[in-house]
């Protein structure tokens, strides 16, 4: 091959237009569905997408459950998603932790965005004012209430911990960047 055909034939690969993705083409063929007047397909596809960018938003939401301490085993909930969809929508994620001894674990849960945890806002951002047990990881408050310990970043991402007594739950809870997390989805 000559040089300039080479030269132009690798110019070409690089401005080439990324292979679409699933999402894309699912956006692509809602497009092409509703200048057809096919409106219910359109819809399908839009949904179809819409699952899997709520998916993928679940993932990055997982990544903010602390790792499993030493000793100990994480299960990711798979399932969570359902879950939400019954609140009436958000992002979540879940994790189990067993010990490997096989004793007792615990359960921590983000939910984001969910039209429950605006709901709960309030109760929550007043708990120390109506006499409830309060428990700081860092600058995040916690209430501690029945074995469970809830708090709330940024007024839209609630994290529960249960399964374990206040030590071991505080412990866990450290592992959590609430920094970071307060920017989810932003």
């Given at each position: 091959m000559k040089p300039v055909a080479l030269a132009l034939l690798c110019l070409s690969l690089t401005t080439a237009p990324a292979v679409a993705d699933e999402i894309t083409d699912a956006l692509d063929a809602a497009r092409s569905a509703y200048e057809e007047g096919d409106i219910q397909y359109a819809i399908e596809e839009l949904d179809f997408a819409k699952q899997r960018l709520a998916a993928m938003k679940a993932e990055v939401l997982e990544?903010?459950?602390?790792?499993?301490?030493?000793?100990?085993?994480?299960?990711?909930?798979?399932?969570?998603?359902?879950?939400?969809?019954?609140?009436?929508?958000?992002?979540?994620?879940?994790?189990?932790?067993?010990?490997?001894?096989?004793?007792?674990?615990?359960?921590?849960?983000l939910m984001a965005d969910s039209p429950m945890v605006s709901a709960?806002?309030?109760?929550?951002?007043?708990?120390?004012?109506?006499?409830?047990?309060?428990?700081?990881?860092?600058?995040?408050k916690f209430i501690v209430q029945d074995g469970e310990m809830t708090g709330l970043v940024d007024n839209r991402i609630l994290i529960k911990a249960n399964g374990a007594d206040v030590e071991t739950l505080l412990a866990a809870l450290e592992g959590i960047d609430y920094r970071a997390l307060g920017r989810f989805g932003q």
């Open positions: 990544k903010f459950l602390p790792p499993a301490p030493d000793g100990w085993t994480r299960t990711l909930e798979p399932d969570i998603g359902s879950a939400m969809g019954m609140m009436g929508g958000g992002t979540g994620a879940e994790a189990d932790y067993t010990p490997e001894d096989g004793g007792a674990g615990y359960t921590i849960t709960m806002a309030a109760m929550i951002s007043n708990a120390g004012l109506m006499g409830a047990q309060i428990e700081r990881v860092g600058r995040q």
